[in-house]
DNA sequence: TCAAATGTTTGATCTAGGTTAAACTTTGAT
DNA sequence: ATCAAAGTTTAACCTAGATCAAACATTTGA
């Protein structure tokens, strides 16, 4: 009667997001013997910690369906924010290091995820040279996108940073395709405030600043961007995603 | 009359650095098969650019001797450093991703690298488990050291930035034996402040109040750490380096 | 369905550190 | 050895955004 442990769940061959994730560059065989190590659960409700400072690292996860938010903490006890993942994105690398997590990752929407066992994909990795280069780039990645989040959180004003923010997440969320002009926001202002570094009353009052000059409309948690162009401007970004004879 | 291209230099199995560096997790015959794809080039003269932004991305290098900056630029052209290293650290890995480097690298004084060509050492990875082992754990270190990066430029203000700054460059002066007292900073005020999002003369002033308050000696380029404790107390971190029975 | 908790907005005030300016010091090239 | 360029210090002033405060909106769960 036992049935292998992710029969019933999608497989990384037929998953939307295969080009845009740990398979990328793999050969259909090579996928397979990668989907077989891969470890798929139920959805994980709203809030659902994925692993916590401290845990031993085990796994890492790619996001199959959903939103996470990542976080350490100070020696003061303050959280701070390191960043919000979205489907095709992969959590828990920070953990390699040490054999330890140094922080935590939670999910902020009910979410789907792809569990890896670390020592299955090292063994993987000696044997498949696209898994391995793919890993190698994917962190190497995540190097890049904190130095461009260094600037930002170094040079930029707020204004700046928050029309950077909503445009960075616009375009990740389109996978590749350009940019969305509509998408969800499921953080707090509170979350991004202290992403951003910056206070949550100053988050509000941009974000009410760019709604009162119709640059975004904002319905709950739903975001339509109505002019690009001007919130690239803000962002001090030549955003090579938008049409330069679209003028609004 | 051809020698081996790195004859005359020092080899990894008998370099001081080869317990903080790539060889870390290896066996005396996996040393030698790394030590014989790299290069080892002359001295590089203060100011030298090992890599640019732009430049196709072919190696990696390792820290010898000496001491480099690393910066990205905006799209408005202002320069944001991304980080200071040391012997044993290794710099270049940016470039994994796009096969592209997307920021700088120079020497801020006469540097003797390790250049490790990125082919070359992929091969090594799918054939030896501590090689390719220790480079996940470098870049993973790399990921961490960027979120208490994204810490501290959130969340603490200028005078517990510098004592930050200060006491990380000495903690990683000492190659993890605690914590030198008297190092070099060979980088300007202007680099440190453009690192830690900082006017430069704020950095002068918060420099200057610490010398006042003898917690730390200038002369020239060499700095003192007078007063471990109220240094790390400024810090906001519970240093584990400082002997808590030392009251000074 | 309602109340408590959580999250958001808005306004008034305050301050850390940025900006401007100018003198001073060190470095390096000739 | 000299001097121009680069780097540093110090002081006066100013502003972006933090903090404080309070009303308002949304979500949750009993």
């Given at each position: 009667m036992s049935l292998p442990h992710n029969s019933n769940f999608i497989k990384c061959s037929t998953c939307s997001l295969k080009g845009f994730c740990?398979?990328?560059?793999?050969s259909h065989s090579d996928i397979d013997r990668l989907d077989n190590i891969i470890q798929r659960n139920k959805l994980l409700e709203k809030g659902t910690k994925v692993y916590s400072i401290g845990d031993k690292f085990t796994h890492i996860y790619a996001i199959r369906s959903g939103y996470l938010k990542s976080y350490s903490i100070s020696d003061s006890g303050e959280e701070q924010i390191t960043g919000f993942h979205l489907p095709g994105e992969i959590v828990g690398?920070?953990?390699?290091?040490?054999?330890?997590?140094?922080g935590f990752s939670e999910t902020l929407v009910p979410s789907h995820l792809c569990a890896i066992p670390y020592d299955k994909l090292d063994n993987l990795n000696s044997k498949i040279d696209g898994l391995r280069q793919q890993l190698f780039k994917i962190m190497s990645q995540e190097i890049t996108h904190n130095h461009e989040l260094m600037l930002m959180l170094n040079q930029k004003n707020a204004d700046e940073k928050i029309a950077t923010f909503l445009l960075s997440l616009s375009v990740r969320e389109s996978l590749g395709k350009g940019l969305t002009t509509q998408f969800v926001l499921p953080m707090t202002r509170t979350d991004i405030a202290n992403y951003l570094g910056l206070a949550l009353e100053t988050v509000s009052r941009i974000i009410g600043k760019l709604i009162k000059q119709d640059v975004i409309s904002v319905d709950h948690r739903q975001v339509t961007i109505n002019k690009v162009n001007i919130l690239s401007e803000l962002a001090g970004t030549s955003c090579h995603f938008v049409d330069p004879n679209q003028h609004n």
């Open positions: 740990l398979p990328m560059m793999l690398l920070e953990g390699i290091n040490t054999g330890s997590h140094v």
